[in-house]
Structure formats: C-alpha cells, structure tokens
C-alpha cells in the first residue's frame, strides 16, 4: 500500500499532463475529460482535487460511484463504463476513473467529440473526426473513394510503369494495371480512391500542386515553377527543379573522375521531398512550396505532426511511426523509395551531419511543418542571409577576344549557373544551333564547362 500511495504522490505531483486530468467535482467536464483520453490515449481522470496542492477530496454517498458510472454511460456513445477507484491521500477521499483508449471511435458526449492535446480538452474538428473514424477502420483519408472521379482521369500506362519498377526489385506481380488497382485497393466497386487519383494522375490533380521558386531575398525571385502532376513523377520533378539551383564544386582528386561536391547532401534532399510528398496533408487548402536562397532551402509542408508528436520527437528519434497516407506510403515503400517505415528523418540527420552541413531546422507553423536546410559553409543558422557573397572563385575571367555573341552567351551563364541550352536561348534570343556553338566555343576557351548527366546537367562558370 506504500509502494502505491508513493506513486499516487509522485502522479500528483507530476500535475496535469497529456494522460492525467484533475478535477475538483464529478460533473459535465468529468465526463468530457473521460470522452477526451478514449479518443487519445486513455489517462485518468481524478476527482476530488484542484492541483496538486489543493486537495479537496470529495463526499461519497452509498450510491454515487454507481450513479456517476451510469451518468457516463448514457452521456457517452459509444457508452464508456471505465475502471474506478476510491483513494486515500493526505486524509481525503479521491475518486479516480482509469479511462483505456476506445476500440471503437470516436466517442462523443452527448453529440459533441473531445480529444485530448497536451494537457487539455478540445473539441474535435471534422478532419479529426473523420480521421478517428478512418483509424477505427484501420484506414487512411487516401483510401476513400473519390466519387467525383473516373478511369479517365489516371494513366493505365503510368499504373504499368510502377508495376514494372516493383517488379525490378524482385517481386512478382501481375501485370495488368487494373488488377494492380483492385489487389491494392485502389480501386473498388469500379471506383478509384483519392490515393489512385493522386499516383497516377493523367495530366494534372488539383491536390497535388507544389509550388518552388529559387529566390534573390524574400521579395524578388528569379526562377519559378509549379509540379501538379501525378505523385511518383513529381518526385523527381521537384528534385530536378532545387538541383539546377544549388551549387556544385568539382574537387580535383587525381583519380579518373573528379569528385563533386554538392552544397547540400543529395540523397538527403531528395528524402526530404519524398517525406513532403507521402505525409502532405492533401485535403488542406494550402500548398506545398520550396524555396531556394543562396544559403538555405525552405521546404513547407501543408498537415501538423501526428499523435501529439513534437519536434524534440523528430530530432531524438524518440516516436512511432504514425501514416497519415497509408496507400501512398504503401506504394513508394513498394517502389522501393521508402525502405522503413519512421526512418527517414533520422537518415536525413545523419546525411547533414556526415556531409558537414548545420543541422536542419524543423518548425511547426501555421498549418504546416517547415524543414530548414543550410549550406554548406554556413557558420550559424541564427541568422542566414538570404543572399550570400557570389561562390564563383574572385578571380575574373578573361574575356578579351569574346565576340558579341559569346559574350552575351556567358553572361546568360554567369547569370544562372548550372543553365540549360534553352534557358540560354531565352535569355539570349538566339536560335538553339547558334546558342550550342556559342556554349562549344566558351568550353573551348575555359571560360564555362558542362556538369552532370546529359538530362539533368548544366553550364556553369569555370
């Protein structure tokens, strides 16, 4: 008995918290304090006490406990009978309800749904709602059937690639696209899921939008773009968009290929986009959006962290793994693109510490989560400007000797390293043929060279 009224102190002592709630009389905000922990995580509900130093303790009639029991039962639906104790502390008498997670949920009171944040009761949203509903069912939003959809509006061929890529890996499945889609339940009764809608869009989905800009300061931007097509495309796409805008050294190593040395870990970068596109809150009316300084890239995502989750969470490694897309998640993971479930942050970490790049800065604000990824060479994050001094060596050119041509073709390069043919073309005006002897003959000269693969790659400023 000791051994349990020191750890009803220590409980007490603790204050309320996220499973322990104290109230000072068993009425209206009891129950719904009950309601809250079925729709979480379960707690206890004391009564009988204002804090931890105010203790009041409570008058017990020969009925009550039965009474307030079937007060709790018919308030709530589903009806909640949770476990009670009385217990002596400090010569008062206290009532605690022990309230087990619901199975089923979400429970309400008498119309009315509360969950519980942290330390306190809340009303829960309709996306709150319908969520709980979903985890009844073992599901996700991305599961629903979108009735306003139809075959028409996703790509059977699209459905064929990914089929071939999972079966590159070793699986064996069939493949025939709509036995795919009917096997994985994304497509049911002849109808497709938001999830089948979203992955293999045809042309466009109005949800997906992510917007990307490569910005001079917070007001002026120099580059822009906008991906809203299907999600395993839009992977790579926002991929390409923030590699064409970061810098690129080439390290002379002596060995048949010089090394290059990115200003930002690629492989961790593109983690971070693959998280943006599998956990996105896709029914928020905000959009996702990438900025690009010279010293810093911003990514914003639309959904807050799940669970109660906090960023301390995030950065220790310390939490489960919670899906808020379960059937896109699924099927990156059978890609091959997510190889464990809740691993992610804690490799991108890693990847920022081993390539000697700060710490990334995780925020949650507004709507959203914001993942902050410095430079290379930044000393502090306190304070990134968000123009840095230019990285091209201090050393000028020398272009005596430069026709008019090749002039303007090099400043059009100088302008926005890491450029394309028809990037060139635009700045210049010139027709592609005349642009690519301009581009060969600056090579020639070692004023700019080519870097990276023939897709993907760039002209940059020796």
């Known amino acids: 008995m000791q051994k349990t009224l020191d750890n009803l102190a220590a409980l007490l002592a603790a204050g309320e918290s996220a499973t322990v709630e104290f109230k000072t ?22 009564v009988g006490l204002k804090n931890s130093e105010k203790i009041l303790g409570v008058q017990l009639a020969q009925e009550s406990l039965q009474t307030w029991l079937n007060e709790i039962k018919s308030k709530t639906e589903p009806a909640l009978i949770p476990e009670v104790k009385v217990l002596e502390y400090k010569g008062k008498t ?22 519980r944040h942290e330390n306190s009761n809340h009303v829960m949203s309709l996306t709150e709602i319908s969520d709980s509903v979903l985890q009844t069912q073992n599901s996700s939003w991305d599961y629903v059937l979108d009735e306003s959809g139809s075959l028409e509006d996703i790509s059977l061929e699209k459905v064929s690639e990914s089929i071939a890529r999972i079966n ?12 795919f889609l009917r096997k994985n339940r994304l497509m049911r009764d002849g ?6 809608q979203m992955l293999f869009a045809k042309d466009w ?62 492989e961790a970068i593109r983690e971070i986009i693959l998280n943006m596109v599998v956990h996105r809150d896709y029914r928020s009316a905000s959009e996702s959006c990438i900025k690009i300084f010279d010293a810093r890239i911003e990514f914003f995502n639309p959904g807050s ?4 989750m906090t960023v301390e969470d995030l950065l220790n490694n310390s939490y489960l ?17 997510i190889e464990k479930y809740g691993s992610g942050v804690t490799r991108v970490l890693q990847m920022f510490r081993e390539a000697g790049n700060p710490e ?35 050393k000028v050119p020398d272009k005596t000797g430069l026709s008019n041509a090749e002039n303007k073709v090099f400043e059009a390069v100088k302008e926005n390293n890491g450029c394309g043919v028809k990037n060139v073309m635009s700045k210049t005006g010139f027709s592609d043929r005349h642009v690519r002897n301009n581009l060969a003959s600056l090579i020639e000269k070692k004023l700019i060279e080519r870097r990276g693969s023939k897709k993907t790659g760039g002209y940059f400023v020796v």
Request: aromatic content about 8%; proline content about 4%; glycine content about 6%.
């Open 25 to 46: 009389s068993f009425n209206q905000e009891a129950i719904e304090a009950i309601c809250a922990f079925a729709n979480k995580r379960g707690g206890i509900v004391f």
């Open 168 to 179: 590159a890996r070793g699986r064996k499945i069939p493949t025939d696209p709509m036995d």
């Open 205 to 266: 989905h109005v949800n997906t939008a992510v917007q990307m800009g490569r910005f001079i300061d917070a007001i002026h931007i120099k580059d822009r773009d906008e991906a809203h097509g299907d999600l395993v495309t839009q992977v790579d796409q926002l991929f390409g968009f923030v590699k064409k805008h970061i810098n690129c050294a080439v390290v002379i190593s002596g060995k048949p290929e010089n090394d290059l040395v990115w200003d930002y870990p690629l």
């Open 321 to 337: 793994s919670t899906l808020r897309n379960k059937a896109i998640a699924n099927h990156f993971h059978e890609l091959g693109e």
């Open 305 to 308: 962290l799940l669970d109660d």
């Open 94 to 115: 206290l009532v605690a309800f022990i309230v087990r997670e619901n199975a089923i949920k979400p429970v309400s009171v008498q119309g009315r749904y509360f969950v």
């Open 191 to 196: 109808k497709l899921t938001f999830a089948a």
């Open 360 to 394: 990334l800065k995780i925020e949650v604000t507004g709507t959203g989560v914001k993942v902050t990824a410095f430079a290379l060479g930044v000393k502090t994050t306190d304070e990134v400007p968000d123009k840095m001094p230019n990285k091209i060596p201090n």
